[in-house]
């Protein structure tokens, strides 16, 4: 079996805390190493453990999550520690979800998610992978949406350019913004939508779909489509 993921978990509320606890504790390749109550705990629990994944949530009674994370962050840039964030929450509000990405969350979760799917995003994260959950995804979205053009405007396709936000992702697309119709994709596909139904809704083809899609993930350095969101999200698209 392959080595097994080191995890911590960040939470006020004692039954979710017990609740994670346990549901982790049902996977072979997970590996609990402890818990904390608030922030500052937290914060120690990290610099300590080091773990490979970190769970965090967002409203803790001292220092909050997003708090947590940058103090955690600039923690780790004097250390060796590869430890990667996965963000708790119950809040879907715009201004959370930029805090924390911006903070550095590696990953967003709401509380509601299944179990299956929170330890799919553990596992994600562990790789490198940003995972984003679905209702968090909208919001992305909503980032990246061009406004409408004004009757009468003559124009050529608009594009939005991607201006990076940490040095990560500076230089993804510099030269390569993404144009209104791969951002039209890109906000079907994140809302559940195959290619058919893309092509479908927009009245193009399979294979014309499948190259907007390519040249998306291409343009954002992602492997799949939920990152692409992420990182647009981290890369501060505008409309």
Not at 80 to 93: A, F, P, Q
Request: charged share 25%.
């Amino acid at each position: 079996m392959d080595q097994k993921i080191r995890v911590v978990l960040v939470e006020d509320h004692d039954l979710t805390r017990m609740g994670l606890r346990a549901a982790l504790s049902q996977f072979e390749d997970m590996n609990f190493l402890g818990e904390a109550a608030n922030g500052e705990q937290g914060l120690e629990m990290l610099k300590v453990y080091k773990p490979d994944v970190a769970l965090v949530d967002i409203g803790l009674p001292d220092i909050d999550g997003i708090e947590l994370v940058k103090q955690f962050r600039e923690f780790q840039a004097g250390n060796e520690t590869g430890t990667r964030i996965v963000m708790l929450t119950m809040h879907d509000s715009e201004k959370a979800v930029l805090a924390a990405f911006a903070a550095g969350a590696d990953s967003y979760c709401t509380k509601e998610i299944a179990t299956d799917h929170l330890v799919e995003a553990i596992r994600e994260t562990n790789q490198g992978q940003a995972w984003i959950d679905p209702a968090i995804a909208r919001i992305v979205l909503g980032q990246v949406r061009p406004q409408p053009t004004p009757v009468g405007m003559v124009t050529t396709e608009r594009t939005v350019a991607i201006r990076a936000v940490d040095s990560d992702y500076e230089q993804i697309i510099e030269s390569y913004p993404l144009t209104e119709r791969e951002l039209e994709i890109l906000e079907n596909i994140v809302n559940g939508c195959s290619n058919a139904q893309v092509a479908e809704r927009l009245y193009i083809t399979v294979g014309t779909v499948k190259t907007h899609v390519r040249n998306i993930l291409n343009k954002l350095g992602a492997s799949d489509r939920t990152q692409a969101a992420v990182r647009a999200l981290r890369a501060g698209l505008i409309s």
